[in-house]
């Protein structure tokens, strides 16, 4: 191999390079990819399909598995509290983090360094030990199993999290952005608004998605503030992974999880559009 | 009316003081160029001008109203950043209509005074693009293109040409003066290139360690600079300075004991001085101050040498050509009126020459 590569002339070794990049990106998607594919594959099978050995790649599809449990799991209603609580909670982090975010970045205020260090830091504290607390907070204020407390209980991690990738986002912009903006008749809000929301858009827009993803798939402050109205899906699959009576029931698991997958997939493929558009290029001198 | 009056202003960044009291007046109509070392407050004092900065102690008018407290956009300026600050998702178009915009001002008015801007720029057929999709010189035209249409009282440049290459820069600087003579818009315009700011300004402004050293036409700080430092930073190739102690009223001695005669009257009893004398101000003679040559490089027009005077390197530029060699011991002398004298701190130069006062008052 070396004195292939060393002996090779300079642009075949070139595309020995972009080969190997080629391949190790196609084994790691593979590596990624293949246990989903087989989550969505079993949930297709029979139950009589799902533990053979050698496994089965062909085999008689059904959605009996999806019939069943979106009756028996109540899929359905948590589908849309799901929906509901990731959105609500990416919205209100989005917005908040963002302001923040920019307040943390731009405007001169004593201590701002140390309180945006003290905001991330609080990130540091294991959920596990707000989640009890929490509950009893909101059992006080009569909020437990309602959306609303979800959507606080998951901005309180979203919100750090949007605040300090917008904070280093707006740093990289030049200020000069906003100087120009408001000597040419903005106010501060007007500068944010005009000019740094929309080129901060693609940015903003994959923040959004991460914080709904996080939201999508939380499962701890689910499942202690939570019981029955406002639940959400992966409480669903813990439910049926914790219920192992007749052994773990592969088929729900898997057909749940699915149903879990194609959403984000879904909603990934329509805003992916805004992701790729390049950032600020071209502000400045370039 | 574009006047602009700072009336001593001061800025301190925490307990840092970094302008000690600054007072300018800028009339109408005037180009004035702020020049000085890095570090040494023109970005501070311009952005305080713009009200990007506040004011620590004193006052800024702005024909005639005192701006302290009013929002930039409420000050009728316009200004060119040095990295252009193009807003990157709007095209040529909408990037210099956009304060025209947020007045409200009517659509075609708006149409009317892009294109107008456009054309005195050259940039008709750019204002479909979108700034990442411009040359540097081309933002930089459309940067000024978005100053123009505002009509601003004062347009105020914060080294604008610091990003081009040098020959674009050069047609930039020709361009700018063109535009202001047609214009006749007030301007301040912050440079740390000595060269800029005498070909544009009417009236350069040296600055230096947060204080303003001189100011004064481009030709008067040229004769007259008040200061070594003035001396130093104003004229290209820069001043020569040579050191020395006065010995008897008309002579000076330096450093290696030549002794040269400095046919002025009014030394005085100042001890140690310094010499300066502008490279073009040396004529060869046949009896003067002595220099070995070390290096010639002749260009054409001109020859610059590069001597050795007690032990100090002077350049010497003489028009035309010579026919002097390294190793040569040459002669030097200086029209009395060209020699400039600064006592020992470097501050207060304590001759004058007079010849520039009377070619130019
Ligand atoms: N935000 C700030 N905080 C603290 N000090 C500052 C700040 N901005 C500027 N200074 C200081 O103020 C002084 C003047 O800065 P300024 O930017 O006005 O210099 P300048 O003359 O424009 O220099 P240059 O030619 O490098 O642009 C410098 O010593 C700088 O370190
Ligand atoms: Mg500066």
Known sequence: MTTVATSAPRRSSGQLGRRVRIVTGVAVTLLFLFPVFWMVLTSFKHQVDIFTSPPKFFFTPTISTYVEYFRRADIERRLINTVIVAAGSGLLSIVVGTMAGYALARIRIRGAATFGVLILLSRGVPPIALAVPMFLVAR????????????LAYSTFLIPYVMWLMRSFFLSLPRELEESAMIDGCSRYGAFFKIIMPISLPGLISTLIFSMI???????????????????????????????????????LTAVGTITVVPVVIFALLVQKWLIQGLADGATKG | MGTVDIRNIRKSYGNVEV???????????????????????????????????????????????????????????????????????????????????????????????????????????????????LSGGQRQRVAMGR?????????????????????????????????????????????HDQIEAMTLADRVVVMNGGVIEQQGSPLELYDHPASRFVAAFIGSPPMNFIEGTVVNGTHVRLEDGTTIHVPVTNLGGQARVTIGVRPEHFELSNAGWPATVSVVEPTGSETQITARMSGQIVRILIRGRTFVRPGEVIHLTVPPDLIHIFDDSGTPSIHAITRGIKQHA
């Not at chain 1, 006080?140 to 959507?151: N, P, R, W």
């Not at chain 1, 992966?234 to 439910?239: L, T």
């Not at chain 2, 501070?44 to 929002?71: C, K």
Request: aromatic share 6%.
């Open chain 2, 19 to 133: 302008l000690h009291g600054v007072s300018l007046h800028i009339r109408d109509g005037e180009f004035v160029a702020l020049v000085g070392p890095s570090g040494c407050g023109k970005s501070t004092l311009l952005r305080m001008i713009a009200g990007l900065e506040d004011i620590t102690a004193g006052d800024i008018v702005i024909s005639d109203r005192v701006v302290n407290h009013v929002a930039p956009k409420d000050r009728n300026i316009a200004m060119v950043f040095q990295n252009y600050a193009l807003y990157p998702h709007m095209n040529v178009r909408d990037n210099m209509g956009f304060a025209l915009r947020q007045r409200r001002m009517p659509k075609p008015e708006i149409e009317s005074r892009v294109d107008n801007a456009a054309r005195i720029l050259g940039l008709e057929r750019l204002l479909d693009r979108k700034p990442r999709a």
């Open chain 1, 140 to 151: 006080q204020l009569g909020l437990t199993d309602k959306h609303i407390t979800l959507i």
């Open chain 2, 147 to 191: 100053a123009i249409v505002r009509e601003p009282n004062v347009f105020l440049f914060d080294e604008p040409l610091s990003n081009l290459d040098a020959k674009l820069r050069v047609q930039m600087r020709s361009e700018i003066k063109e535009l202001h003579q047609r214009l006749k818009t007030t301007t301040v315009y912050v440079t």
């Open chain 1, 214 to 252: 996080l939201a999508w798939e939380e499962l701890l402050f689910a499942l202690v503030l939570t019981n029955r109205v406002a639940s959400t899906i992966p409480v669903a699959i813990a439910g049926i992974a914790g219920d192992t009576i007749n052994g773990a029931n592969w088929g729900a």
